[in-house]
């Protein structure tokens, strides 16, 4: 079964600081993880994908295959990085992504 | 401008009552999809789509119908509402299948009484 697991619903921290937003998945093969956030709003939208190794918004994400995470990490963290964050998945040859429950992120002033 | 729109983006509505949620996307996608969203579930796929004549059941299908005639439309019926189908739909479009990304229209909320 795929299963992706957010254990944070809400998370809060200072401007400045660093911030990991934890995800967890349970996938027996090779699976594509993907990070989609949501603005005050705005639709959800995609802010990265492991496969493109890219670096968004500050924003960075490392599939762990070892640990079956791929937490969100940015070094100092912006008061628009308020948002909602969900961690995807897409098994091998699937046709729909599989959600976590969210983390709402809240960056004070 | 490139985007995916949902109507009604509210509505209630009664038990048994048929009712149909609009998607239409105008970026010559040929995947859509539906999901639900509800409180410490994230997000569930209903039904998705390929292409045009082309659907299939995602994890939570029972109570939804769904239809492709043409590709820019992709609509959710519920032939039947009962309050367990009360959440929030999302309708989700994609160039080809679901390697790419996902272009979420805005969500609509549905109560059912």
């Known amino acids: 079964a795929q299963r992706v697991t957010q254990p944070e619903k809400l998370l809060s921290v200072f401007k400045g600081a660093p911030v990991e937003l934890k995800c967890n998945y349970s996938?027996?093969?090779?699976?594509?993880l993907f990070w989609y956030v949501q603005y005050s709003r705005q639709r959800l939208q995609l802010l990265l994908r492991?496969?493109s190794r890219e670096s968004i918004k500050g924003f960075t994400a490392d599939l762990n295959k070892g640990e079956t995470s791929f937490h969100l990490k940015k070094p100092f963290a912006q008061e628009e990085d308020s948002a909602m964050y969900y961690c995807?998945?897409?098994?091998?040859?699937?046709?729909?992504?599989?959600f976590g429950q969210g983390t709402r992120l809240t960056i004070n002033p | 401008e490139a985007q995916v729109t949902q109507n009604p983006r509210y509505l209630i509505t009664v038990t048994g009552k048929k009712l149909t949620v609009t998607c239409s996307q105008n970026?010559?996608?040929?995947?859509m999809s539906w999901y639900r969203q509800d409180p410490g579930l994230g997000l569930r796929q209903i039904y998705y789509?390929?292409?045009?004549?082309?659907?299939d059941k995602g994890d939570v299908p029972e109570g939804y119908k769904v239809s492709r005639k043409e590709k820019r439309n992709f609509p959710l019926i519920l032939e039947s509402p009962s309050p367990n189908q009360t959440s929030l739909y999302f309708c989700?479009?994609?160039?080809?299948?679901?390697?790419?990304?996902?272009?979420f229209g805005e969500g609509s909320r549905l109560t059912v009484l």
């Open positions: 989700a479009s994609s160039w080809t299948g679901i390697t790419g990304e996902l272009f």
């Open positions: 996938y027996s093969g090779s699976p594509e």
């Open positions: 492991h496969i």
């Open positions: 995807a998945l897409r098994g091998q040859g699937a046709q729909k992504l599989v």
């Open positions: 970026m010559n996608h040929e995947y």
């Open positions: 789509s390929m292409n045009v004549e082309v659907t």
